[in-house]
């Protein structure tokens, strides 16, 4: 069982940074692969960037690879997601989400968060 608190989300403006983090609790943390989704008003749930268990593999969704990085400290049980030159297009509730297998599918992780709001504005 693997329970996720996201936190790190708020108002910026276009260009500017945002560091979202995901604090998990449950000893088997560091053998999942977490992944980042966001879900905009009246879209559906969208992959965001996922990482495997070690951290050494990571997969980004175009429109945000060289902005966005994803990261995990398995010590703090924590996983982050670095958002740099944010754009308007990237307001959205952001979920963070764990799973057995890194995947870009919703469907495939088992557990989540309660999801954090970023809002950029122009």
């Known amino acids: 069982q693997v329970q996720l608190v996201e936190s790190g989300g708020g108002l910026v403006q276009a260009g500017g940074s945002l560091r979202l983090s995901c604090a998990a609790s449950g000893r088997t943390f560091s053998s999942y692969a977490m992944g980042w989704f966001r879900q905009a008003p009246g879209k559906g749930r969208e992959f965001v960037a996922a990482?495997?268990?070690?951290?050494?593999?990571?997969y980004y969704k175009d429109s945000v690879k060289g902005r966005f990085t994803i990261s995990r400290d398995n010590a703090k049980n924590t996983v982050y997601l670095q958002m740099n030159s944010l754009k308007p297009e990237d307001t959205a509730v952001y979920y963070c989400?764990?799973?057995?297998?890194?995947?870009?599918?919703?469907?495939?992780?088992?557990?989540w968060g309660q999801g954090t709001q970023v809002t950029v504005s122009s």
């Open positions: 990482t495997v268990w070690t951290g050494e593999s990571t």
């Open positions: 989400a764990a799973g057995t297998v890194l995947h870009v599918t919703p469907y495939e992780y088992n557990y």
